[in-house]
């Protein structure tokens, strides 16, 4: 009997606390999810879609020349040609010419393999492993 009213008052605690965590962490309506992020927007805390990073801080370092020193400076450069063309890319080394051509680099490979010269697949020091 003891056991019984245990158990009974057991499960009844149980019962009455999930009931109360359920509560506690009900889920946001609609309007105020879509406040959350119009304030966030507002604030400039919202993370940029696809794999960008957050927002970093905003500087409050001032400048120390005006706009008007800024501008001239810029068409000064833009005179004298030392502007990059909008959108230009870094000067990337040109591909690498070889010296042999490809039937040699094949053949080369072929008579590498078959004096077992080369490594095994799965073997290369990049390879995961046992």
Same mark, same amino acid.
């Given at each position: ?50 794999? %960008?990073?957050? #927002? ?5 370092? *001032?400048? +120390?020349?005006? $706009? =008007? &020193?800024?501008? /001239? @400076? !810029? ?11 909008? %959108?230009?890319? #870094? ?5 690498? *010419?070889? +010296?042999?051509? $490809? =039937? &040699?680099?094949? /053949? @080369? !490979? ?11 697949? %799965?073997?290369? #020091? ?5």
């Amino acid at each position: 009997m003891n056991f019984a009213i245990r158990f009974a008052s057991a499960f009844a605690v149980a019962a009455l606390a999930q009931a109360a965590f359920a509560q506690a962490s009900a889920p946001a309506s609609r309007a105020a999810v879509k406040a959350e992020t119009k304030a966030a927007g507002k604030a400039g805390t919202l993370t940029p879609a696809g794999e %960008g990073a957050a #927002p970093a801080e905003k500087s409050t370092a *001032k400048s +120390t020349r005006t $706009r =008007a &020193e800024r501008k /001239a @400076e !810029t068409l000064q450069a833009r005179r004298e040609g030392k502007l990059a063309p909008p %959108g230009s890319q #870094p000067d990337y080394p040109k591909a690498f *010419k070889g +010296t042999q051509s $490809r =039937a &040699e680099r094949k /053949a @080369e !490979t072929r008579a590498a393999v078959k004096a077992r010269q080369t490594v095994p697949a %799965g073997e290369g #020091p990049g390879a995961s492993g046992k």
